[in-house]
């Protein structure tokens, strides 16, 4: 497990990386990132592992520097103490101090992120004593730690983090924007400048689909594999009966995009609309377990007091354990109706909010008796998009509230 967050799990991130040289991993025994990993390659490597007070191991080790001097200087010495010799300064060049290493190699293990050891994409943070975060990464923690009503802290030093107290560290991204970065495809290394059309138009390894996904086909898979797919493709050879039934299944799926799209215009043609900015503010409940829950404060809309309330994972015991995360939400009506008020409603994302949303229209009938709606879900994308609401002080979205009139 090379990820470290403070509760063991790690951001959802990007394909994983290879072992990259430089980074000692692979031997199944890494140093964690807050160690220097490479000196402590080195010093394994040296044999200063051994530690005191073990004369026969610190002379082996003795022995053992001797060895690989000699193998090094000696091009005549016997291929299996060669090849120790190689390994040996493979660790030593890991470390800095060897400078025998590719200076982008010995790069990548100073300005990966100290959490998931991958060099960040986007913006990089640092905590107070200067560790390194990559956003996924800075953003899951402060999500957690809100889950689990802590302070934040770094894995390294266990200072506190916040938005507020770590700051952006630019140099380390302008210095990681100009290392060769991976082919998220076929693994190897571009310059940054290439990567983009390499990805797109030059990879052997890029996904790609099959030039009848127009008439049904679904195949997709690595470029390599394309052309002998496509001549071996079924079809091209089926008959118009068969298109017809695949054509109206996939007119279908469109269709009920279409609708959601026609409904939205629809809805926005009656006569009472209400739309207001809504805040979600974080609170606790009083049970023996306290479990995090939104609410916003009243707010009128239509003529009517209203509240919205969310919770996480749907109120799971501990949604800190897990990867997934979700956020359903409830509208309430506060005040009194005369007659039953029936309503659509959306909610959006904020006017100066980026968070992504698909949305989703939910209807419901409120009178006296019946004034909440169930737990319905809010339709973020993806659990990415989830921990970044949670990890911001307050969520920010936009209500609208269509009256249904007979
Ligand atoms: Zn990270
Ligand atoms: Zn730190
Ligand atoms: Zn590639
Ligand atoms: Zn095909």
Known sequence: ??????SGVGPA?????PCRPGSGSGSGSEPGPGRPRAAAAAAAALGEAAGPGLPDEAGLA??????LQEAAGDPDAPPKKRLRAAEAAEAAAAAAAAGSGK????????????VCLDLPKASVYQCTNGHLMC????IHLLADARLKEEQATCPNCRCEISKSLCCRNLAVEKAVSELPSECGFCLRQFPRSLLERH???ECQDRVTQCKYKRIGCPWHGPFHELTVHEAACAHPTKTGNELMEILDEMDQSHRKEMQLYNSIFSLLSFEKIGYTEVQFRPYRTDDFITRLYYETPRFTVLNQTWVLKARVNDSERNPNLSCKRTLSFQLLLKSKVTAPL??????LKGPYDDVRISPVIYHFVFTNESNETDYVPLPIIDSVECNKLLAAKNINLRLFLFQIQK
């Open 1 to 6: 497990v090379r990820r470290r967050g403070a």
């Open 13 to 17: 991130a990007g394909p994983r990386a």
């Open 62 to 67: 003795g022995a053992r520097q001797l060895q």
């Open 103 to 114: 200076l982008e190699e010995r790069l990548y293990s100073v300005l990966c992120c100290t």
């Open 135 to 138: 956003a996924g990464c800075f």
């Open 199 to 201: 990805q797109k138009e």
């Open 342 to 347: 029936e309503c659509s409603f959306l909610l």
